[in-house]
């Protein structure tokens, strides 16, 4: 082959920052009640997406789209989903297609946690679980999937995961860390799969985010203290920090990335810092009856 034939035309290849906007496309984001589902919301909308936000809580749903539409001058439409239900998905997917007429990227993001030591967990609280974070990730991926495969858009698929998918902790949640760990390896199935059809499936996995979930955590400040001294970069993630990640993930520029879990940990899982080490900070959070067989209390 010449050298003339490798080298792309010039005057036909996209510039390189054009890659990343994400003008003309449309996604969806569920789990958009707060935290982290706001940010990846407005991080697409930013980059020049419409999206459809997904949540069970309308009436905050409502609210957060108006604010997104009103900064970015995006088409944002608010919809009520419960990601356990399958005609909800569906419609969800209808309700994109209708309101953009296509369907470039989704964020499956929805998850809920669960606190409670493994011997008193009752089955439905397990399913509970096990069905938004890892059955509501593959749903959603399936309907984004099987619809990107008939309208032929080579569309990028987000499930987000978890820091916790590829460690434990000694907080009583073996629940969520089997489900996040679940979605990691659904990711590489489903980017197997979906692969010659050029849909791309990534995953992230974030460490330490202010959300909901993990707001009896950053109230303690000393905890806070403790982890941003252990964690490599030596602060916890600010929300702004996750757009950039996941527009990229979205955009044409990681047209050539699937089946990747994304760590957003400050710094390497293999060093990653677990919860244990500044126990002694969160005894009134998680008791000292639990916490006393480890031996974790000074």
Not at 139 to 145: D, I, Q, S, T
Not at 222 to 240: C, F, N, P, Q
């Amino acid at each position: 082959m010449s050298r003339e034939e490798t080298v792309p035309n010039k005057k036909t290849s996209m510039p390189i920052l054009e890659k990343f906007r994400l003008d003309g496309k449309a996604g969806i984001v569920t789990g958009v009640s707060s935290g982290l589902g706001v940010a990846f919301a407005e991080g697409l909308a930013e980059a020049g997406a419409d999206v459809l936000i997904a949540a069970r809580r309308i009436q905050r749903l409502e609210e957060t789209a108006e604010k997104i539409a009103k900064s970015t001058g995006r088409k944002i439409i608010p919809l009520k989903v419960d990601v356990t239900s399958e005609e909800d998905i569906k419609n969800m997917v209808r309700r994109a297609d209708e309101a953009f007429g296509r369907i470039d990227v989704i964020v499956n993001n929805a998850g809920v946690p669960m606190l409670t030591p493994a011997v008193q967990v009752e089955l439905e609280e397990w399913n509970n679980v096990i069905n938004v974070n890892l059955t509501g990730v593959f749903l959603c991926a399936r309907e984004a999937a099987k619809y990107m495969i008939e309208k032929g858009i080579k569309g990028s698929i987000i499930n987000i995961a978890s820091g916790y998918g590829e460690l434990a902790d000694t907080p009583p949640c073996s629940a969520y860390y089997a489900s996040k760990a679940g979605v990691i390896n659904l990711t590489r199935g489903l980017a197997n799969e979906w692969g010659h059809f050029g849909i791309r499936v990534n995953s992230i996995c974030p460490g330490w985010f202010p959300s909901e979930m993990t707001q009896p955590f950053f109230d303690n400040k000393e905890w806070i203290r403790h982890m941003s001294s252990k964690i490599a970069l030596g602060r916890v993630g600010k929300l702004d920090d996750m757009k950039p990640l996941v527009i990229f993930m979205a955009s044409d520029a990681s047209e050539y990335i699937s089946g990747h879990a994304f760590e957003m940990l400050g710094g390497p899982a293999a060093t990653a810092e677990t919860v244990d080490t500044g126990i002694k900070y969160l005894k009134d959070f998680l008791g000292e009856e639990y916490l006393k067989p480890f031996k974790l209390m000074p």
